[in-house]
C-alpha cells in the first residue's frame, strides 16, 4: 500500500456520515450522506439521496444509493462542521488529559463520558456534558458570525 493510497483513505473516512455531492460523468449530481466510500475504485453509498439541478421536475428522496465508481468524477463535501482542533484545545483547558479525539469517527471524547461530533451534537448526561454542550454552542455562534 503506497503513502498516498493511506493519505486518500484517511482523508475519505473523514468524509463519512457527511452531506456530499456526488458528480456523475453523464452530468447528474447526486447530494445524501456519504454512508461507505471504496477509496480504490471510489463506489459509494448515500444514505437519503436526492438527485440535484433537477428543479423542473420532482424529485424524491432515495433512502439508499449505490453509485459506480467508474461514473463518479467527483464527490464534495458539503458541510466543513464544527473545527474540532479550536474546540479540543477550548476543552483540554477546562479538561486537562481528559480530551481525546478519534480521527476515524471525527469524533472528540471528553472524559471518557461524552462524546462531541464534527456536526456539534453532543452525547452524555450529567455536568460534564451540560457544560460541553455550553462550550459547544458557544463556538458554533462564533463560527457562524465570521
Known sequence: M???FRT???ETRTMLNKQVTVSLSNGKKYR???M???PENLHVCLSDAKEVGTETKETKKIPKLV??????VEVAMEESGLPLQLLMDQLAKIYPN???YIEDADTIIVAERVKVFNDGRVE???PIAERVKQIVEKLQKEVKQT
Not at 67 to 72: K, T, V
Open 67 to 72: 453509485l459506480n465508481g467508474s461514473l463518479i
Open 98 to 100: 481528559n480530551v481525546r
Open 124 to 126: 452524555g448526561v450529567g
Open 32 to 34: 445524501g450522506v456519504l
Open 8 to 10: 486518500i483513505a484517511s
Open 2 to 4: 503506497s503513502v498516498g
Open 36 to 38: 461507505s466510500l471504496d
